[in-house]
């Protein structure tokens, strides 16, 4: 959406770390989008990149179906960087000869750097040797022509390229990942170096760049948002509002699902701190009612999710002519979405799909071009509160897929109250911002257990917190034992009728975070 004038692409060969690429290239301040390598070469002409980078990948380029780029990229006149897969077809696009290697390179490997120009400048008089990261099964056995060696390692004769006149080098290494200490310099030095961006990409532009672009695209028109309370649509609606102020109503819809106190931050800042046209509907009972019964999760998820596009279209309906529908869609879902190994959705996700085709309304999302942290860092600008801004992810369907079984009012009250408690323990003893997400889940089984002299027959909460840097994997947090101690005393202490706390240790995948 926003036009920027210097931007490096990413074509994107499937590698688990090309988001990270883009990462690393956006915290030197120099705007990156990722593709996928099928992208026809005059879309990508007419986006005038200022370089181009071939990601990583895990196929081998002589496979049958091997993810091939257009190879007039290279007649383009624009720098190239290619890392590991990306290396190797930019060795077989240029003539040179790639093979199976006898050994799979994978981890850390020492670097001999050879030549510290380029992509290795400022390493003049740094040690004689560098850590990186590898992961290859394939190697670069002869170079293309006018490729010449400017780094080695232990398994890789070729382990970094420059050619001698054009701007293309490769690396068969990742500069993207931790592990290779000396990547952030590697990328900086393509950037800065060989491409000549200037870094210049910050969120105050940004800012400034999407309020124009949201003004011309709506005019006089109106615009409509869902309001969930959490980060995303907060930031959205902060950002459309300061671009046409009340040509913009937001609507939040409260499906009693929520946990204890969680929006009030968000409806309160707008409320009392800005002129925002906000509609609060409370659909507790009607949502409720839907989840009468019903106990498989996806069905439940149906529900909620069709019950709120009921609900959304019936108090959109009074404000008249719509045309926008604002979303606060956020950069990995656009790339999940182009990206070639399509998978199958493990849970069904996306809470007000379908609405904008089935309102007529014209979709406007300024974050598609943004990560999670980049959005934080816009909300604290547009002077969203801190609390609202690192509030832990919660999904759209709320304590309903954190209620196994059925969802009922009573089964809520426990589960609140449980939750609460986690929370608060977290949060005083200073987890709360170093886990992904903390929350409790209310198992469909009662168990024995015994209270002063009785016997009792009760309920179980199982605490989940997980580490996790995007949601896509994720580990259970090493939470220290006092804490999961004071956690599972107060709730059998402090909830009634739970008498049993488990804690939830299964990574993602093959577990997956929320438990429905
Ligand atoms: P899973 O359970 O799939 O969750 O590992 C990954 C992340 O997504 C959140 N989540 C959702 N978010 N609508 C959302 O907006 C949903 O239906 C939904 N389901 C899961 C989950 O909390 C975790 O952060």
Redesign the pocket.
């Known amino acids: 959406m926003t036009s920027h004038s210097e931007k490096i692409i990413i074509l994107d060969f499937g590698s688990q770390t090309t988001q990270l690429i883009a990462r690393r290239i956006r915290e030197q301040k120099v705007y990156s989008e990722i593709h996928p390598y099928t992208l026809p070469l005059d879309e990508l002409k007419a986006m005038h990149p200022t370089g181009i980078i071939l990601s990583g990948g895990p196929a081998s380029v002589y496979d049958e179906d091997a993810p091939i780029s257009d190879p007039q990229i290279f007649e383009m006149g624009v720098p190239v960087l290619g890392i590991c897969y990306g290396a190797q077809l930019m060795m077989v696009q240029n003539g040179g000869r790639v093979e199976k290697a006898e050994k799979r390179e994978f981890g850390k490997a020492d670097l001999v750097i050879d030549y510290t120009a380029g992509l290795f400048a400022g390493m003049e008089t740094g040690p004689s040797h560098y850590q990186v990261w590898m992961s290859h099964g394939d190697r670069i056995e002869e170079l293309a022509s006018g490729f010449s060696v400017t780094a080695t390692s232990n398994h890789s004769p070729y382990a970094a390229l420059r050619h001698e006149q054009k701007p293309f080098v490769a690396v068969q290494f990742h500069p993207e990942v931790a592990h290779t200490l000396i990547g952030n310099d590697v990328l900086r030095n393509f950037i800065f170096g060989i491409c000549g961006c200037k870094p210049e990409w910050t969120m105050h532009s940004f800012i400034d760049a999407t309020v124009k672009e949201i003004q011309e695209k709506v005019g006089e028109e109106k615009v409509i948002c869902a309001l969930s309370g959490g980060v995303d649509s907060s930031v959205v609606a902060a950002l459309i509002h300061k671009a046409i102020g009340d040509q913009l109503t937001c609507i939040y819809v409260n499906n009693g699902l929520m946990r204890t106190g969680e929006s009030e931050s968000i409806l309160n800042f707008f409320n009392q701190k800005t002129s925002l046209q906000l509609i609060d509907v409370n659909a507790e009972s009607f949502f409720l009612e839907k989840l009468q019964g019903i106990a498989d999760p996806e069905e439940k998820?149906k529900r909620i999710g069709f019950g709120f596009i009921e609900i959304f279209e019936k108090e959109a309906k009074k404000l008249g002519d719509v045309k926008f529908l604002a979303q606060g869609t956020l950069y990995p879902d656009v790339i999940e979405s182009v990206v070639f190994r399509g998978k199958a959705p493990?849970?069904s996700?996306h809470?007000v799909g379908g609405l904008p085709e089935r309102m007529h309304l014209d979709l406007i999302e300024p974050l598609r071009e943004l990560f999670k942290d980049e959005v934080r860092e816009l909300g604290l600008e547009l002077g969203l509160p801190e609390q609202a801004i690192y509030r832990q992810?919660?999904?759209?369907?709320g304590l309903g897929i954190r209620i196994m079984g059925e969802v009922t009012g009573e089964r809520l009250h426990i589960l609140r109250q449980a939750d609460v408690i986690v929370l608060e323990e977290i949060r005083d003893a200073g987890w709360y911002r170093k886990v992904w997400?903390s929350f409790a889940v209310l198992l469909p089984i009662q168990t024995v257990g015994v209270m002063g002299d009785g016997r009792t027959y009760e309920h179980v909460i199982a605490l989940r917190c997980v580490d996790s840097i995007d949601?896509m994997t994720a580990d259970w947090s090493r939470l220290p034992y006092d804490i999961l101690g004071r956690i599972s005393n107060r709730i059998i202490n402090e909830v009634r009728g739970v008498n049993r706390v488990v804690y939830d240790i299964s990574s993602?995948p093959p577990s997956?975070?929320?438990w429905e």
């Open positions: 998820r493990i849970k996700h809470n992810p919660f999904p759209g369907p997400q949601a993602k997956t975070i929320e």
